[in-house]
């Protein structure tokens, strides 16, 4: 069983090789590697370095992130199509990211305004679920997340509407979802976020076991199950706010990632983050790859990218379910 | 060993008390059965002990003591709610494991004491099979997930166990040997408390048994002082005759059909 993690690591030092390499200007294996140590000729150590590198980092960040947060928030709200996009999450904190960066706010506390505003988002969701029936009902979380996600959306305008342009930009490029503006400072930030949100996760994981039985088992188990819920909704926002404020919506990845995982065996919370991190990392990097290469030299948004694969899966989940 | 003193529920926007002052009392060595109709209170009596509703008045006492902290008290009491759905795969040793969960906490890793509870309890329970063919949860039937349940309390290893209709589609066969594996644990020290439709399996296995009315306790004492007509086809609204049991001379109900005049 130690071949699917040799596998998961291997893909993801194989995507993150292939996207340092590939672009409008190839680069041999050997080439990358001598970038790395400052080797060799000096346009390719800046394509590598400057260029390709921290986007690539950024975009593997970006994907465990969603990938971890995806499997914490599937297990606890027992509910196979839980994912941070489709909740609401993403666009609450998208609310808040745009909100900050209308108010002029700096940019190391875009992601505590991320934060605050999936922590809304996720707050609005469930109390529109609670109105009509209960978190573990499938159907009628998802209708709270996109109601959420509407009435995000809709925020969102309407802050657009009286800023001024360059915010408009940054806004739209927000609801797309990029990681084109990758720098390694923001790398660091986005690291330190999703450590602590990250760390906290892999710490609960097994009261996240004990959670997926239902809330009757694990406050017969002794665990206090809307306390431990809550949480582990925060943690998972504040992991899903920092990988918004840093790179935008990227739909989909949280719910496609923890299914490809569970798929090879993985069925408790500690490994299934440990390889929800991994796959999503890689996914996204692809994703990424294909999103600048697919058409060069145009770059296509990194969300319609992964929403293209994410959207027919989750029919497929959805068809399975109902 | 599980003390219901005077215990009072009444769940948002209700008309009426859930429970309306029931006190009963789970000794080691016994097994308490509550019956009662639908709607008596039977399961809102399980829902008060794991805490999961607000007690009105009254108190839920575990060796005398109120339940303070959950966890301890996940090792004192095991309880099998009556369902559970599982959203995720999991295996028969993976769910049976979780069982352990009060004694390990969020981080401890599990040691040879705790591995050794967990094959007990399957052994006892008799799903040590399912786990040997790695059988998967989604894979058994109702009978054998129900068993798995009870095997999971089991490796919790409390002095008590709680079970909500734990017969609840089981066949026969498999109905009577839950009751006389609960019945064993009994005889083994344990307190059993069984929440139960099944008047006529509880009547032969059940050293007390408590009947719930509309929140209250119309009878209890021993399935005899309990299993009279009169009461059951009071709280029932039903009429019946209580018979015997050919084989061990335990009260038994039959409820008879409603005669049609021509």
Not at chain 1, 267 to 273: E, G
């Amino acid at each position: 069983m130690w071949l699917r993690w040799f596998v998961f690591v291997l893909g993801l030092v194989a995507a993150l090789l292939l996207a340092t390499a590939l672009g409008t200007i190839a680069l041999s294996p050997g080439q990358v590697w001598n970038a790395l140590f400052n080797r060799g000729d000096a346009a390719a150590i800046t394509i590598v370095q400057v260029l390709r590198l921290p986007r690539a980092v950024l975009a593997a960040l970006i994907g465990a992130g969603l990938g971890i947060s995806g499997a914490a928030l599937q297990g606890t709200m027992r509910n196979p199509l839980a994912e941070p996009y489709l909740l609401g999450v993403s666009g609450g904190a998208a609310v808040g990211a745009v909100f900050a960066v209308s108010l002029g706010i700096s940019l190391t506390l875009v992601p505590l305004a991320a934060f605050a505003g999936a922590i809304a988002a996720v707050l609005l969701a469930f109390f529109v679920a609670h109105a009509a029936g209960t978190r573990g009902d499938a159907r009628i979380l998802l209708m709270a997340g996109v109601v959420v996600g509407a009435f995000a959306n809709s925020v969102i305008m309407l802050v657009l509407g009286s800023a001024p342009s360059n915010v408009v930009r940054d806004a739209v490029w927000w609801m797309m979802g990029s990681v084109a503006a990758a720098t390694w400072t923001d790398n660091g930030w986005l690291f330190g976020y999703l450590l602590v949100g990250g760390g906290a996760l892999l710490l609960w994981a097994r009261q996240i076991d004990v959670l997926a039985l239902g809330d009757d088992t694990a406050a017969a188990l002794g665990l206090d199950p809307e306390r431990t819920a809550r949480k582990v909704y925060a943690a998972a926002s504040l992991v899903a706010a920092a990988t918004v404020a840093a790179a935008g919506l990227v739909g989909f990845v949280g719910l496609v990632v923890p299914h490809i995982v569970r798929g090879t065996g993985i069925r408790r919370h500690l490994p299934l983050f440990a390889g929800s991190a991994l796959v999503g990392a890689a996914l996204v990097v692809l994703a990424d790859l294909a999103a600048r290469t697919i058409r060069p030299p145009a770059e296509l948004p990194l969300g319609a990218v992964t929403a293209i694969v994410g959207v027919p899966f989750f029919l497929a989940r959805l068809r399975r379910l109902v | 060993m599980i003390r219901y003193e005077d215990v009072v529920v009444r769940y948002p926007r209700a008309s009426r008390d859930a429970l309306a002052g029931v006190g009963l009392d789970a000794r080691r060595g016994m097994l308490t059965a509550v019956v009662g109709p639908n709607g008596s209170g039977k399961s809102t009596l399980v829902r008060a002990l794991l805490g999961r509703v607000q007690l009105g008045k009254g108190r839920v006492l575990v060796n005398d003591h109120p339940i303070t902290d959950r966890m301890v008290f996940a090792r004192r009491v095991a309880v099998v709610t009556q369902r559970e759905e599982l959203a995720f795969p999991l295996s028969v040793e993976e769910y049976v494991a979780l069982g352990r969960f009060p004694h390990l906490g969020g981080w401890r890793g599990a040691g040879s004491g705790d591995r050794a509870a967990v094959e007990r309890a399957m052994e006892r329970a008799g799903v040590e099979e399912f786990a040997r063919d790695e059988r998967q949860l989604q894979e058994l039937s109702g009978g054998e997930w129900q068993r798995v349940r009870l095997a999971r309390a089991l490796a919790q290893e409390g002095e008590a166990l709680v079970l909500d209709e734990p017969t609840t589609f089981l066949d026969v066969a498999h109905e009577m040997s839950v009751f006389e594996l609960l019945h064993q644990l009994a005889g083994d020290g344990h307190a059993v408390l069984v929440v139960s439709h099944q008047l006529n399996l509880v009547a032969r296995f059940a050293d007390e048994i408590v009947l719930l009315s509309a929140g209250r306790v119309a009878a209890a004492g021993s399935p005899d002082d309990v299993m009279q007509a009169a009461v059951l086809e009071r709280v029932y609204e039903w009429p019946l005759v209580v018979t015997r049991d050919p084989a061990v001379g335990a009260p038994a109900l039959l409820p008879l059909r409603v005669r049609r005049r021509t």
